[in-house]
């Protein structure tokens, strides 16, 4: 997905453990750490091609630590589990948003797949009901 616009504010909440965003396109997320852990568009986590993802489990209470820009088309998260190696371009943060219920759904599935009961689900009635 290709997008134009670009975040007019990014707000890190960490006693919630969610990133606001907000794009000048008036377009408001909130993206809670865990979810953006888990879809992490690092090769940790993407892989270095289809059929090389890696499932992220045990992400339930992982918080940011900071947020850094790279340049002006990205961030990076530096999450409390160590985790520094996602660039997140505009273009995919706008799409973890406007596409959050979807990705989490799946995401829920594969765990179940896996056979991984989470230890908390505080946000999937948020993350499903929008």
């Not at 965003?21 to 289809?50: K, M, N, Q, W």
């Not at 820009?69 to 406007?98: E, M, N």
């Not at 989490?104 to 765990?111: P, S």
Request: net charge negative.
């Amino acid at each position: 997905m290709v997008n134009t616009a670009k975040p007019t504010d990014i707000k890190l909440h960490q006693k919630s453990r969610v990133v606001e965003i907000t794009f000048d396109d008036d377009c408001h997320f909130e993206l809670p750490c865990e979810y953006l852990r888990v879809f992490s568009p690092s090769a940790e986590v993407r892989g270095h091609g289809p059929g090389q993802e890696v499932l992220q489990v045990g992400k339930e209470t992982v918080n940011i630590e900071a947020i850094e820009p790279v340049g002006t088309y990205a961030v990076v998260f530096k999450f409390d589990d160590g985790h520094d190696t996602g660039i997140y371009s505009w273009d995919t943060l706008y799409d973890l948003g406007k596409n959050k219920s979807t990705y989490w759904k799946d995401y829920i599935r594969r765990l179940a797949d896996a056979g991984y009961q989470r230890t908390q689900q505080s946000y999937d009635a948020s993350m499903i009901d929008e």
